[in-house]
């Protein structure tokens, strides 16, 4: 196999954007070495400041909620839904880290 394999591909703020995610991963297994890292970054649909600004949309207070809830986020992921895609593609999931969200 002459293609190229990477020993890391990062997905940050991606995922939320693509319309067959799964296929995306499945793909990516491809692409890397063996033992080699997926790191993936998207918002956790589930977190309090989603479920904040979910109340606060529907109030028709539209920023900053337009960045969660923007048009051009066709998937979202809570961590319990996005390990089962990572799972289903063939990954193991080493680590789980949350980060806070920055409104600025």
């Known amino acids: 196999d002459s293609a190229i394999k990477y ?3 990062t997905m940050m703020d991606i995922i939320e954007h ?9 793909n990516l297994n491809d692409k890397l070495k063996a033992g080699g890292e997926l ?5 956790n ?11 606060l949309y ?3 207070i539209k920023s900053p909620t337009e960045n969660i809830f ?3 986020h066709t998937c979202f992921f809570t961590t319990a839904t ?7 593609t063939g990954y193991t999931i080493l680590e789980v880290r ?3 969200y920055h409104i600025t």
């Open 45 to 55: 649909h589930n977190s309090l400041i989603v479920k904040i600004t979910n109340v």
């Open 82 to 88: 996005l390990k089962k895609i990572i799972e289903e």
């Open 18 to 26: 693509l319309v067959d995610p799964k296929d995306i991963f499945q």
């Open 70 to 72: 923007a048009c051009t």
């Open 7 to 9: 020993d890391t591909i």
């Open 58 to 60: 529907r109030m028709g």
């Open 39 to 43: 790191i993936v970054y998207t918002p």
């Open 98 to 100: 949350h980060f806070h």
